[in-house]
């Protein structure tokens, strides 16, 4: 399921997309939704962030207001999460760009500070939104396998 964290009106505010705990507690309250019915309750949990979003995932893993199989960022800014990155449990990838070099050395210190279960995961020649031919394509195969990996270890 895809859930944009943000109304229409929040959007329009840029401050909002940097607001990491709002994000999060969207995406808390979207886990909790999809916790609750019977046809998504009982599977696996994996959240996948972009840019500011990622920060979010993470933020929202490291609340433990129930199992999350795996987190993967694309383009992340896993900085953004701060504290909360030492309290990450889900195993976690990171994707960036090799070209995207701020967010790249933005991503190395995120993923020093990871205690868990953790990947970085550099496309050559990437810029951040992965516009180039082919590297969005990379980031749809390494984000595939890191998924289908933790969800069949998260199956009970």
Not at 64 to 85: K, N, Q
Not at 122 to 145: D, M, N, Y
Request: hydrophobic fraction near 50%.
């Amino acid at each position: 399921m895809l859930f944009e964290l943000l109304t229409v009106k929040e959007a329009r505010d840029r401050r909002n997309v940097f607001n990491i705990e709002l994000l999060a507690q969207r995406l808390l309250m979207a886990t909790a939704w999809a916790r609750g019915y019977v046809e998504t309750g009982d599977l696996p949990i994996g959240y996948f962030g972009a840019s500011t979003g990622a920060a979010a995932a993470l933020v929202a893993e490291a609340a433990h207001e129930g199992r999350v199989a795996t987190i993967v960022s694309r383009g992340g800014r896993p900085d953004l999460a701060g504290r909360a990155l030492l309290a990450v449990e889900a195993p976690t990838l990171l994707i960036v760009g090799g070209a995207d070099v701020e967010v790249l050395a933005l991503n190395r210190a995120a993923l020093a500070k990871l205690r868990c279960a953790k990947q970085l995961v550099i496309v050559p020649g990437a810029t951040h939104l992965f516009e180039e031919p082919g590297t969005l394509e990379a980031v749809v195969e390494h984000a595939r396998g890191w998924f289908l990996t933790h969800f069949t270890e998260a199956e009970p």
